[in-house]
């Protein structure tokens, strides 16, 4: 039993009807911890890391939380995690 559908009905249909998929860069560069915080790695850690000071070498070692403004954002790029 097969019958057709409007295009409209189908068009929304198929709106509201889709998955939910990850951002796969998003999801491997960031992490959310149980409180729901996002940490990052510090950015420049490839190389050169031996002209940078002790300090910089330190703060380079911890994750850093992710600026407020973009928190939303990001976690909307993951909706599983």
Avoid: E
Wanted: aromatic letters at 6%; a positive charge.
């Amino acid at each position: 039993m097969s019958f057709h559908l409007p295009a409209y009905i189908l068009q929304t249909y198929l709106l509201h009807h889709m998955k939910l998929k990850t951002h796969k860069t998003v999801s491997k560069r960031l992490i959310v911890t149980k409180s729901g915080k996002l940490l990052k790695r510090h950015g420049g850690q490839d190389h050169f890391n031996s002209r940078d000071s002790g300090t910089i070498t330190r703060k380079k070692r911890r994750d850093q939380t992710v600026n407020a403004s973009y928190v939303r954002t990001l976690k909307s790029l993951m909706p599983h995690n």
